[in-house]
């Protein structure tokens, strides 16, 4: 009889480039200079999509609206390692997800300004509606993993989820089921520090999030969410391992909520401003404009060309968007099954002779 | 044929579903090695294997968001709920995302799982194992609600609820698991889904009725020009049945187990009033379970409408002129 330890673990912290732009060259990953300016571009489109949805909400021709800013890192990192086979799970602060598998940005903007349409995925994508109802989707993820291992489909399941999801039940089911049935699955966590005015701390009092993937016999990690060189590592490496039957991972990219949780909420009522002019400096753009400039990759005059570039793509995605036709009343009923009921039928009936 | 009952009937309507076609998945608690805790699944884990027939973790939320996955991707999930108390952790996937995936998706993704679980009183079960809440799935718009009454209609009416592309929740009556038999269809056979069967012909008086409480309205009605509708299908209700013979009837009894407030009962109600009160030569009755948490097993028989309920319900609309 004895009182021992039986059983340790670690958990592991992924940076690779620092704010000064500086990296570690042994960690750095194959990527092409194509490939790192491709990264940056991806970086720069999603901060500047986002910028112009806070104006066109502000204007009164977008609805609320969840801003990316200061995540755009974990979010274009990981995307950027996809291939287009892999499902996605958004939930619902992933414009720099949409915008790196080339999801229309039009129709991104549409869904935010109260169109359903907008969450009609094209057919070369696979990606799930964007997901209101925080940390459900995991088990969707699960579901649509153990689909693809059963039809031998090398695709991945990569499901986006907040700090604030890993308090849900449905995080927890998922997340086992990933260790039980050892699923293809990739859950990316952008622990953004706040779930509208909730902190991190009051979300858990685990050390990190990264090691909750211990209890479900999954492998977990922590990453600097700002650095985008890392969240690829991760994801890049936890796909691999799922595509080799490796089962699922649970990447945790620590990053911060530089907005408020969408266009209603006033972050002011809640955080202290000290906190994010922190974060401030550790900026996900600014450390890789910084790390392409040391490189000559970047300078100032690419800087100015390709913002004028981006804006100009955002000015078409919006003139798309708001060019299209307003939904009809059909619309409401005709996704609800395959076929409507002869009641259904009857309201349909009715609501299209009236007026809204 | 083979006379079977309500075990049985299912359990080869699963078989032949997973037989027939590989996108049919069995899954759920103890459904596996143990063939489910009333012997539903018996023997489908060892003639399909594990890929096809197996075991969960204890997590009803978990089933059913795994399912809305596996059927997103394009397979044909059959969850088991162990019973339909233990639905309530899982009603969230229900309806945030099982009955508005297609809808949300604008059609990109459907969502075709059946969740089979048992329901129902009169079997002396612990607490929440004795539940009748099939109302709350019958106001979840992209949900169909199915319940079998017999052998024969349980086989078809799951074949139809599997070969649906829209989620079903099927709901097996527990009373009845064992105390039905009949001759059984050997093949595979659909039974329609949103079409009512009359399971009495009569023209003095309608009666409606589902799951359980089909058996003992016909055990309270045979000796009455009763016209006993077994709806099959509460969500999509079979309206044109119903209309048709009440205008034939003139008068309407719904019996269900479940409390009168807010139930399926009350749905019908209305129909009929907004529909067809016309044709009504007295009030529409109910006989329900009363408003109560469903009660343990020595007060269960006070809830469950019992035969001498019924039969006082359809004397008392009988004697209308």
Redesign the interface.
């Known amino acids: 009889m004895a009182r021992e330890t039986i059983v340790q673990f670690q958990i592991e912290r992924l940076e690779i480039l620092n704010p000064l732009g500086e990296v570690d060259s042994e960690l750095l990953p194959p990527l092409s200079d194509t490939q790192l300016l491709r990264l940056y571009e991806l970086l720069l489109l999603t901060r500047l999509a986002d910028e112009r949805a806070l104006s066109l909400q502000r204007e009164g021709r977008l609805g609320t609206f969840p801003s990316s800013l200061g995540q755009e890192a974990a979010q274009v990192g990981s995307a950027f390692a996809l291939n287009s086979r892999d499902w996605i799970f958004p939930s619902f602060r992933e414009l720099g997800v949409f915008l790196s598998v080339d999801y229309p940005l039009a129709n991104y903007y549409r869904y935010w300004s109260g169109d359903?349409?907008g969450?009609?995925?094209p057919p070369e994508l696979n990606i799930?509606?964007i997901n209101i109802?925080v940390g459900?989707?995991?088990?969707?993820?699960?579901?649509?993993?153990?689909?693809?291992r059963?039809?031998s489909d090398p695709a991945v399941?990569v499901v986006y989820l907040g700090d604030g999801a890993t308090s849900k039940?449905?995080f927890h089911?998922?997340l086992?089921?990933a260790g039980?049935y050892r699923l293809p699955l990739v859950a990316i966590c952008q622990n953004n520090q706040w779930a509208i005015s909730v902190s991190r701390t009051r979300q858990t009092a685990a050390e990190t999030l990264a090691q909750k993937a211990l209890a479900f016999g999954i492998h977990g990690i922590q990453v600097d969410g700002n650095d985008v060189l890392a969240v690829y590592r991760a994801t890049a490496e936890a796909l691999e391992r799922a595509r080799t039957g490796g089962g699922a991972t649970f990447i945790e990219c620590e990053t911060y909520r530089m907005s408020d949780h969408t266009t209603a909420d006033d972050a002011r009522r809640y955080r202290d401003p000290d906190e994010v002019e922190r974060w401030r400096d550790k900026d996900p753009l600014l450390r890789m404009r910084r790390f392409l400039e040391n490189r000559k990759l970047w300078n100032e005059s690419n800087q100015t060309q390709l913002e004028d570039r981006l804006r100009q793509r955002l000015d078409l995605a919006v003139t798309e968007a708001e060019a299209v036709e307003a939904p009809v009343a059909e619309d409401m009923f005709?996704?609800?099954?395959?076929q409507l009921?002869?009641?259904?039928l009857e309201q349909l009936k009715e609501c299209d002779d009236g007026h809204p | 044929m083979a006379i079977l009952n309500l075990v049985q009937a299912i359990n080869q309507g699963l078989q032949q579903a997973l037989a027939e076609d590989d996108r049919v998945?069995v899954f759920g608690e103890d459904v596996a090695a143990d063939g489910g805790v009333f012997r539903v699944t018996e023997g489908l884990y060892e003639q399909f294997g594990e890929?096809r027939v197996f075991d969960?973790?204890l997590?009803e939320?978990?089933i059913?968001?795994?399912?809305?996955?596996?059927?997103?991707?394009?397979?044909r999930?059959v969850a088991e709920i162990q019973f339909l108390g233990f639905t309530y952790a899982a009603i969230?996937?229900i309806y945030?995302?099982a009955a508005r995936?297609?809808?949300?998706?604008?059609?990109?993704?459907?969502c075709p799982l059946v969740i089979r679980t048992p329901y129902g009183g009169g079997v002396k079960a612990p607490e929440l194992h004795e539940e009748s809440s099939e109302a709350f799935f019958c106001h979840m718009?992209?949900i169909?609600v199915v319940v079998p009454s017999t052998p024969s209609n349980a086989k078809g009416l799951l074949l139809a609820a599997i070969a649906d592309?829209?989620p079903v929740i099927y709901l097996e009556p527990t009373r009845l698991y064992r105390l039905l038999k009949e001759e059984v269809a050997e093949e595979a056979y659909i039974t329609p889904l949103?079409q009512a069967r009359i399971a009495q012909a009569g023209d003095q008086l309608t009666l409606i009725a589902w799951g359980s409480m089909v058996e003992r309205s016909l055990k309270a009605a045979h000796n009455y020009p009763v016209e006993v509708i077994d709806l099959q299908t509460l969500s999509?209700f079979d309206?044109?049945t119903i209309l048709a013979s009440v205008k034939k009837t003139g008068r309407l009894l719904i019996v269900q187990e479940a409390p009168k407030t807010g139930g399926f009962g009350a749905e019908l109600a209305a129909t009929v009033a907004e529909e067809g009160i016309m044709s009504l030569r007295a009030p529409i009755l109910r006989v329900t379970g009363y408003d109560v948490v469903t009660p343990l097993p020595l007060l269960e028989d006070y809830n469950l409408p019992s035969e001498q309920r019924i039969l006082s319900a359809i004397e008392k609309l009988l004697s209308y002129p």
């Open positions: 359903e349409r969450l009609l995925c799930f509606p109802a459900t989707h995991l088990l969707h993820a699960a579901g649509v993993a153990m689909g693809a059963y039809r399941a039940g449905d089911e998922a086992n089921m039980i005709r996704y609800t099954c395959h009921s002869s009641r259904q | 998945l890929t969960t973790p997590a939320s978990g059913v968001g795994l399912a809305v996955g596996l059927a997103a991707y394009g397979l999930p969230d996937q945030t995302h995936l297609r809808a949300r998706s604008r059609g990109r993704y459907t718009p992209g169909k592309p829209d949103g999509p309206r044109e």
